[in-house]
């Protein structure tokens, strides 16, 4: 199993950051192309878990003043508002682009957002969110590689629970699928998708981790 996360920022201002973590892969950057070539490489090697840093859905509440509220944990950094709505708006764009890539390169790929069906087989995709507190390290490639870490700790683990509180959504992660043909399900247009959250407390222990191999 590969594990990877992709930081979403401005390509052109080398802010894309990415790692991959696993048996056969373990390398990062803010080079689109690198990241294109070795994400295939993964998917067709063997199951992959995917992880976008940045907003993947919005509330969809029938209150609709409540509806552009920060989403139940994000705890003073709304989806709506500052850098929030500012990587949200890119990765409107850079979410679907990169998943045609990777199904252009990899014909009858597949990936879902539940998270309690893994990934078992090359050609398959689990994706998630991966939320990185902004400043807990020295780049955008660094943060994807504690975000990869923390990931593959998480799902480890027998119960799962996404670091975000559930309420009606929706996924602009799931149109990305439906976008890119990994799925036909149009459940996944309000289905959340697992929250990773990397918080600052728990850097210094993933670093270490990290190092330790």
Same mark, same amino acid.
């Given at each position: 199993?590969?594990?990877?996360?992709?930081?979403?920022?401005?390509?052109?201002?080398?802010?894309?950051?990415?790692?991959?973590?696993?048996?056969?892969?373990?390398?990062?950057?803010?080079?689109?192309?690198?990241?294109?070539?070795?994400?295939?490489?993964?998917?067709?090697?063997?199951?992959?878990?995917?992880?976008?840093?940045?907003?993947?859905?919005?509330?969809?509440?029938?209150?609709?003043?409540?509806?552009?509220?920060?989403?139940?944990?994000?705890?003073?950094? *709304?989806?709506?508002?500052?850098? =929030? @709505?500012?990587?949200?708006?890119?990765?409107?764009? !850079?979410?679907?682009?990169? $998943?045609? +890539?990777?199904?252009?390169?990899?014909?009858?790929?597949?990936?879902?957002?539940?998270?309690?069906?893994?990934?078992?087989?090359?050609?398959?995709?689990?994706?998630?969110?991966?939320?990185?507190?902004?400043?807990?390290?020295?780049?955008?490639?660094?943060?994807?590689?504690?975000?990869?870490?923390?990931?593959?700790?998480?799902?480890?683990?027998?119960?799962?629970?996404?670091?975000?509180?559930?309420? *009606?959504?929706?996924?602009?992660? =799931? @149109?990305?699928?439906?976008?890119?043909?990994?799925? !036909?399900?149009?459940?996944? $247009?309000? +289905?959340?998708?697992?929250?990773?959250?990397?918080?600052?407390?728990?850097?210094?222990?993933?670093?270490?981790?990290?190092?330790?191999?």
């Amino acid at each position: 199993m590969h594990y990877a996360v992709i930081d979403i920022g401005s390509p052109r201002q080398g802010n894309l950051g990415w790692w991959i973590t696993g048996p056969f892969i373990e390398n990062g950057g803010t080079g689109p192309e690198d990241m294109i070539a070795s994400l295939t490489e993964a998917v067709r090697a063997g199951p992959v878990v995917l992880g976008f840093e940045a907003p993947m859905y919005v509330p969809a509440k029938r209150d609709i003043r409540a509806t552009i509220q920060q989403r139940p944990g994000e705890a003073g950094r *709304p989806w709506s508002a500052g850098a =929030g @709505a500012s990587v949200t708006a890119m990765a409107l764009a !850079l979410v679907p682009a990169i $998943l045609d +890539r990777v199904a252009s390169n990899v014909p009858g790929v597949i990936a879902w957002q539940d998270w309690t069906r893994r990934p078992e087989k090359a050609g398959e995709i689990l994706v998630f969110e991966a939320f990185v507190t902004t400043g807990v390290s020295d780049g955008h490639a660094e943060d994807a590689k504690l975000a990869a870490y923390a990931a593959r700790e998480l799902l480890g683990q027998a119960n799962i629970v996404s670091a975000l509180g559930e309420e *009606p959504c929706m996924s602009t992660l =799931g @149109a990305a699928l439906l976008h890119a043909g990994m799925s !036909l399900d149009i459940g996944e $247009l309000s +289905r959340q998708c697992l929250v990773v959250k990397l918080s600052k407390t728990k850097v210094a222990e993933a670093i270490g981790r990290i190092a330790d191999g």
